[in-house]
C-alpha cells in the first residue's frame, strides 16, 4: 500500500505518520501482515469492477467506518487510479446514506425490541 508521502497537508501527514508503526507491526507479524496485503493487492486490483470502482468503494467504507488511516489510503488509491472528484463525491453520498440510513432501520427495531422485553408490543 504505497502512497505518496510529499509532505503537502494533514493527509500525508497522517500517512507519514503510521509508516514507522506499520513496518513494526510488519516485523512483528510478517506472514500475517503478508496475507493482508495479497487480500488488499488482490481486492482492489481490476477485474469486473475497475481499481478505480473498487478505490471508491473502500473509500466510501472508510468514511463509514471513520478510518482516516484508511481514508488517506483510499483517497489516494482513488487518485492514482484516475478517479474524479464528482466520482468521489457522489461515492461519499452513498457513504453518508449508509452511515445514517442503518440508523433508519435499526432505530424501529430496537423501539420494537424494546416493547417486546418492556411488554409493550404496542404504543
Not at 497522517?14 to 481486492?43: K, M
Not at 478505480?52 to 483517497?75: M, W
Not at 464528482?86 to 440510513?101: H, P, Y
Request: glycine share 12%; proline share 6%; aromatic share 4%.
Amino acid at each position: 500500500m504505497s502512497v505518496d508521502t510529499a509532505p503537502s497537508g494533514p493527509a500525508h501527514e497522517l500517512v507519514e505518520s503510521l509508516r514507522q508503526p506499520t513496518r513494526d507491526l510488519r516485523r512483528a507479524i510478517p506472514d500475517t501482515w503478508q496475507g493482508f496485503t495479497h487480500l488488499h493487492r488482490n481486492a482492489v486490483a481490476d477485474g469486473a469492477l475497475s481499481g478505480r470502482v473498487k478505490e471508491l468503494i473502500a473509500l466510501a467504507l472508510a468514511v463509514a467506518e471513520g478510518c482516516e488511516g484508511c481514508i488517506a489510503y483510499h483517497a489516494a488509491g482513488a487518485a492514482r487510479q484516475g478517479a474524479g472528484e464528482d466520482e468521489v463525491a457522489e461515492a461519499l453520498g452513498v457513504a453518508l446514506l449508509m452511515r445514517g440510513g442503518p440508523a433508519s432501520v435499526h432505530g424501529p427495531l430496537a423501539l420494537a425490541t424494546f416493547r417486546e422485553f418492556a411488554g409493550t408490543d404496542t404504543p
